[in-house]
Structures are given as C-alpha cells and as structure tokens.
C-alpha cells in the first residue's frame, strides 16, 4: 500500500462511508472510490463489502487494520515535522558563545527567539575560544559569539559589534573618584587581566605600548568573570571586558578605560555546515541582541 492508499484506507475504516472518508481527506467521492478500488485490485482481495450503503470492513481488512494505523500515524507525524521544520517550529538549535557575550548577549537573542519559536529546543554552551572552533566543525553547534574574529580559514568570522575595556574595582577605591580612566592610571595599580596570548591581552599589550605605559597583570585570569571575586576580596583592579553586567554585583566600581581598544565580538559559523530555519531565525536574533549591546563597529 502506497501513502494515499494507506490514507483512504483508514479514513474509510473511520467514517464507514465513501461520503464521510471523503469529507476527512476533502477530495471527491469518485476519486476515493477510484483509490480504494484500484487498492483493492492490487492487494488482490476486497477490503470492504457494499451492504444497505455502507461499506462493511472484510476480515482481511480487520487483520491489516491495526498495522496500517501504526504507519499511518508515523506518516502523519512525519508530515507534521517536515512542516514544523520547514516553519521554524521543530528542532535543536545549538549555540556556543565565550563568557562575555554568552552571558550578556546570549540570554536576550534566547528570550526574543523563544517567545517568537516557543517549540523549537536550545541548547547554549559556554567555552573557550579554542572549544567553540572545534564545536562549529564537528557539528556541536551551528552558532557561536566570541571575543575574536580571527578565526581559522574553514570558519567564517563576522565582526557584528565591538565591547570596550573597563576598570573594576571595589568600591572606595581612589580610582573610583573619576568618571574616566586611562591605561596610564593603571600602571601603579595591583593589576588583575588576561593571561598571555590571549586576544584581549595582545590588545591591551598593543594599547599599552602605543600609550608608552607598561602594564603587567600579577593575577592572570582566561575569564573576565573570574575577576570579580579577586576584585572583591581586594587581590587588585581589574581590567577586563565592559561586556558583562558588572553593575549587578554589591560592592564594586566600574570605570571606562578610554585608550583602551574596543574587542571585536564576533559571529562564527561553518560555511560547510548550512544553516537549518530554525538556525537561520536563531542567527537574526543574535544579530538584534548584539545590536542592542553592542557598540557599532569602527
């Protein structure tokens, strides 16, 4: 039995006339009695018998019955998926972003997309630069923000905004008495940054340089997160990512570092990989998400 036979057989079996089996597939009474035949032909033995304008379910009918609904709920689940896919409503979208922007960018693209595609499953990682390349290639995520654009050459990176430096440091701090610092009043501080080799640190090195200032961390740190609690138990000030929502912690002060360079936060993606509809939609949202955080690129 091919799909519309299996179709018409069991909208039959339900309504028990040609009119009602017609009216649940919305199709003609001769074009279901013109299926039902040739299906009938084909199996080699009758399905139904005409008795007083009914058709009556013969016992071979009765023994297939119970298979067919079974492969006909699976079409009809397959049906709806292909639709669910097809309309964004269906599937995994999977999402891998660095601290800074998972924290502060993410969340928003999620809350705006999942009001818009309630059934769609997300899945968001947080992870190191070196992690998120590896996740794009293999699949483990269609999306991904990071502090860095240079991404290797089987990857596309799109620079979509840009988040600025700032000082943090608990609050009475003397620095905290200005509205704005510079990578010069760090230099006497007790400093808390990025470790070597890491692209905020290479910045911050070439900034420094350019402003003929030495700074030198004595805490090193891979997560700009990290730094709070080093902050607030007084290890020193710390110069990191405006990305996160610094405010929201008790007992701190955050200050702008105006020679500071801005980082790139950027939109990865594996060209080899497509996008499906749901990824395509999750990817507008990022790009709004940024928009609203994010300083416009230079």
């Known amino acids: 039995m091919r799909a519309r036979q299996l179709e018409v057989f069991t909208a039959v079996m339900r309504a028990g006339t040609v009119t009602g089996a017609a009216r649940l597939l919305n199709i003609s009474q001769p074009a279901l009695s013109q299926i039902l035949a040739h299906t009938e032909d084909e199996l080699g033995f009758a399905l139904f018998d005409r008795i007083r304008g009914r058709l009556v379910p013969t016992p071979e009918a009765r023994e297939i019955l119970t298979d067919a609904e079974r492969v006909f709920a699976g079409l009809e689940g397959l049906r709806r998926k292909t639709a669910d896919l097809r309309l964004g409503r269906a599937g995994l979208v999977r999402i891998a972003a660095s601290a800074p922007p998972g924290m502060a960018i993410v969340p928003r693209a999620l809350a705006s997309f999942r009001a818009r ?144 360079p801005p980082l790139p936060v950027a939109l990865l993606t594996n060209p080899a990989r497509p996008l499906s509809q749901a990824e395509t939609a999750m990817e507008a949202h990022l790009r709004a998400a940024c928009a609203d955080c994010l300083r416009p690129e230079p």
């Open 117 to 260: 595609w309630p059934e769609v499953r997300l899945r968001s990682h947080i992870a190191p630069i070196s992690t998120i390349l590896r996740m794009l290639r293999e699949g483990d995520a269609a999306l991904a923000l990071a502090l860095d654009d240079r991404a290797s050459p089987d990857l596309k990176a799109e620079v979509l905004g840009h988040a600025p430096f700032v000082c943090l440091m608990p609050e009475g701090h003397p620095l905290a008495a200005r509205d704005r610092l510079t990578l010069a009043d760090l230099a006497g501080e007790t400093l808390i940054s990025y470790r070597a080799g890491t692209r905020p640190a290479e910045e911050i090195t070439r900034a420094a340089r350019l402003a003929g200032v030495e700074l030198s961390p004595t805490l090193e740190i891979d997560v700009s997160l990290s730094a709070l609690g080093f902050v607030q138990q007084g290890l020193g000030v710390a110069l990191v990512d405006g990305l996160l929502p610094w405010s929201q912690f008790a007992g701190l002060a955050l200050r702008p570092v105006e020679d500071a």
